[in-house]
């Protein structure tokens, strides 16, 4: 392979490919993607090459190209690429000798650029590519080219750019030829309208070059393309720059979301910033991204210095993924970074990213969990479209009222070659409770009765409703089970009482129960305006009666507890082979689902999940016969494993054992292997990182509704710092092997915490 990833001691702001490799652009399209939150895209080239993708993706943006197929994050009409001719050679890396070739991603202030030498036929050139998404403009994207010739000669150069609508997602095609038209001579502007949700894009892009050229407008099918012909001087320079702008008919920040208003504005906003270069617009987007950096800062003091590069690399896609701008948006697995799972949510940003944002942006986690809000009336579109009540929310959500939009039929079965079904969207239920147990933590953590009230208290009902509905009563044994379900363990379908799903469910029921109580005795006008909707009486009542006959699986004599009803009986297969594997699913070039399900083989941790989020649970011996037990079955080949593995055995004190997963988790983004990130970087994995280091190591968690902070070092670091929103107070944590501290500012409330049982109050500074 000719390109591999670099990083440096001295560069923990830089994310670096050396080399240019066409076999591996997917790796640096997703790990070097840009964004903003509103909208996102890969790192591609400026020049195009097989193999490629090339997406750009405005938040929120769905449509469904046929019926036959889920709606889906459109891919929009590309803005990025160049074609440029020198000599009327079409400028290619696949031709030619190609020197110090350097693909980089500036972390602190989102540019991303590319250099090199290009020496073919009589031509040497020397080209900087920088191009950023501005983070203090939503809608502002811009380009610039630097090329020098370095030959004695004049090159001629022909330049074709503008907005080519030509793309689509694998193939499906979601949008519709909109209008095209020069706008004040300059601007090159295309509208195009999805197809089936009828969203008005209208993209506006303008090219400045720094000599004298001519210039031909070209439109086609789907495109708008600007010609310019110019010359290189002889060891001159020459720079472009094309800067555009995206707006949709579904912004919340236009007034007037009509065509020909957004056209107008759009080119309005473009005027507004004509005077400003290229550097002056990354100077002002860098300035909205120091907020972000300064904002609780994390600092590691390791052995190895990617473990401070890493997290910084999870902040900014975690940044760049999160529509924090409206909450009818939420992330996707893949974040803005590939077609990878549609664009969709899951579970993912519950469990593993909405953490970050509720500890430490409590305002863009406010818009995650309204998101699900909003879907209350999908949700109860679900349930009943299973004869259930209450809130079901969906396995896989896209448009908050769209409902279930998970797809049904998936890749090939190795054996039979026939589609293989996918459950998820039918009984991968614990997302319901998932879903609950976010909005819980947004609560305890933020203390943010507004939103308790107007919104969260009734999801944490509404969801308890619906699993009183789906519990089913075993008259043989006198219980409610919950049968043919998907646990997180997604190799294991159709099973009965999946561990994780009965006991979160169970939790879901009780608190509501609690929360009905409290809300009677403290909260009159919430329990009221609640009970129009609930009926608590006869809530109370149906789940009073089943909440403590719900099926807990219990450890085995062994101190094993079940997966589920069939997973001990199941054969055991050595994972060796398949786990020292670069990649996931090798185990599938061998067997078929309908084999795995018939084995012990984990895809993700299950029953270590349901131990880490409800650790009160279990005692600590339990939990390390468990560790002991389900690891070596696990694969990991969901990147959602490794980092609740890593918080885990740090908890049980493996802190070595953490650290190999913790440095696994990072790989799996950043790491060498080159085909990792092919459909988009692992969204839940990013959320993951934050978790090992401020959970984990910093031993930072709810714990009954209370603050609790038991950090452990991995003996690789000598210092940890980070700090997170508490009760509307910051605070400051700073570890290192023998001590820890915490501060916050003097004034405000005092923080109350627990740590190894016991109860400290800290009004400015604590040292334990
Ligand atoms: C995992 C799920 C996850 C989904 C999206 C799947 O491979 O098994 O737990 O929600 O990916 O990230």
Redesign the pocket.
Known sequence: MNAFMNYTRDKLWQIEQVGFDPEVLGKTEAIMALGNGYMGARASEEESYVGETRDIFVAGTFNQFDENEVTELPNVPDMWAMNFYFNGKSFTLLDGEVKDYRKKLNLKNGLLSREMIWICGDLKLKFVFRKFISKARRHVLSSHVKVQNMTDEVVKVHLRSGINGQVSNEGSQHFTDGEKGLMVGKYIQMMPQTTHSKIQFVQTVEHRITVPSKNRPETGRRSFFMNYDFELPSNGTVEIEKRGSIYTSIDNDLEFRDLEHIRIKAVDDMEAIEEMTFDDLLEESAIAWQKIWDKHPIIIESKNFKDQLAIRFATYHLHIMTPAHDERMNIG?KGMSGEG?KGHT???TEIFMLPYFTYTHPNIAKKLVTYRYLGLDGAHKKAKSNGLDGAQYPWEAAWPTDGEVTPVWGAADILTGQATKIWSGFIEQHITSDVAFGVKQYLDVTGDTQFAQEKGFEILIDTAKFWASRLEYNQEGDFYEIKDVIG?D?YKEHVNNNAYTNYTAYWNVSFAIQLIDSLRNDQQSVYERLNQKFNFTKLLKILQEKVNKIYLPRPTDEGIIPQDDSYLSKQILDLSVYKSKDGVDSLFHDYNLEQVNQMQVT??ADVLLLMLLFEDLFDKELKLKNFDYYEPKTTH????SLSTHAILSADLGKLNESYDFFNKAIAIDMGEYMKSSDAGI???SLGGIWQMVVFGYGGVRMFNSKLRIEPHLPKEWSHLEFGFDYQGEALTVKIDQAHFTVSKLDNGQNIVFMHKGQEYTLQNMVTI
Do not use: C, I, V
């Not at 080949?637 to 959602?640: K, P, V």
């Open positions: 697995a799972y899951f579970w993912d997180p997604e895809k993700q080949d969901s990147s959602l692992h969204a839940a």
